[in-house]
């Protein structure tokens, strides 16, 4: 029997047709109902057409996006709205896919045909390239690394599900990570541990692969994650968990991770390849704060004590008067020379007179208010400055208690020493209104009292109406 011959101008049903399509072809009455959905379908959404046809849109769409989606459907019907839009669907596996529709409504049928095409992956491209702008402009913005991290955390959060989300950093001359930014709706911020401590940030850091698991998957390749697992307590352990090392041009220097306690919200791999993708631009972040944090302490703080340097403490003595001129209080500004330093200096050498600063430093700070600073101005000059103090009295107490430390012996590798201090004061606004006048004055109260023999306290004499 021969073959049936297809006569031309043949049209096969328009279904057949339709199916072939990538796109999705639907049909949704006015309850918002599918009464038709094409094959591509499955595709797109994860459901099969039967699974569709006679469901409210609202089974599938994400919630998030119903109220936006049904007022641009109100406006398509009664034609003042483009019929070009977006929203996102909730697959049948609980991932998110981004949908582009074009919707016609035919009155006359009651019902509204429409287009739907994936457009997941150009979204994700869009909100990538927007998150490492974001990024870089968060790593130039942010005061410091608190704030950074802070912004990195909105930023993720809005590529992924990230309620629970912490930094962990990598200390390679101690061995140790600690927590930098941790944000969890259970646990408060763990204490820095050893890398070797059997922790999952510590493995994803050893490593330096990221780390995706369930607290189910006791079948985990990794041994050490098995044992990380069989450690945690029962309903403890977060649902999903994912890992990703943050790594800069001189290796890991830690690891950036969130987690999920709700069985709503799990991980996949390409959760786990998004997070890896922005941790590059992330770990350029945290080490350029990091590197800008290094310079700064450098420019303002004195190298072998770690104390402020004289740029600092004139900052500080400028916010101080500031303050002191809008509350009418004092402040006080103490300069300090240790008596006969030169002569440990040449006795013992110069590692002990830097061990001895290092001892003078940690007394000092010990004898003062947080609210107070202790500067190392040069040499074996000191200086501190006592904001918001209320009487002449207490400057001089501070200045005797200062003056007493120094007198006690300092335990040094070759032996206990004795030095003593010459301690000069100067007080706004009583002796001076300007930082010059202040720091000048307490300079010359202090080389007064040196002259009269050290181990003593001197206030400056010196009225306001000198002050230049």
Known sequence: MPPTMTPPGYLPPLANVIDLLVD?????????EFVYVSASSEQIFGYRPEEM???????????????????QVASIVDGTASPHFENRYVRKDGSVVDVMWTARHSPEDGVRVAVARDVTGRKRSELLQSA????????????????????????????????????????????????PYFVDEFDAPPEPRRLDSGTLSGEVIRSGRPLLFRSDDAEHPCESVRAVIARRPPGHAPLAWLGVPLIAPRGVIGALVVQSYSGEVTYGES??????????????????KQIQAQLNHL??????????????????????????RREVSRVAMLFLDLDCFKDINDQQGHSAGDQLLQEVARRLTGCVRESDTVARLSGDEFAVLLPRIEQHEDALRVAEKLRRAMHQPFA????????????????????????DALLRLADDAMYAAKRRG???????MVP?????
Do not use: W
């Not at 999705?24 to 918002?32: G, P, T």
């Not at 959760?271 to 350029?288: G, K, M, P, W, Y």
């Not at 340097?309 to 004139?314: E, V, Y």
């Not at 050290?454 to 400056?460: A, E, F, I, Q, T």
């Open 24 to 32: 999705a072809v639907c049909v949704v009455n006015d309850q918002h």
């Open 454 to 460: 050290g181990n003593r306290l001197l206030m400056s």
């Open 412 to 435: 040094m590798k070759g032996g206990p020493v004795r030095v003593s201090a010459s301690i000069g004061i100067a007080l706004y606004p009583d002796h001076g209104e300007s930082e």
């Open 299 to 324: 420019a303002l703080y004195d190298h072998l004590t770690d104390l402020p340097n004289r740029t600092l403490l004139r900052d500080r003595l400028a916010n101080a008067l500031s303050l002191a």
């Open 464 to 468: 306001p109406a000198m002050d230049d």
């Open 271 to 288: 959760d786990l390849q998004l997070l890896q993708f922005v941790s590059t631009q992330v770990a350029a972040a945290i080490e350029r």
């Open 132 to 179: 490492l702008y974001a990024i870089s402009e968060a790593a130039h913005a942010a005061a410091d690394l608190s704030e950074l991290f802070g912004r990195v955390h909105e930023i993720i959060g809005g590529l992924l599900p990230a309620r629970n989300c912490f930094v962990a950093l990598y200390d390679e001359l101690e061995g140790t990570i600690s927590f």
């Open 53 to 71: 046809i006679g469901r409210p849109m609202a089974d599938f769409m994400h919630p998030d996006d119903c109220a936006r989606t049904f007022a």
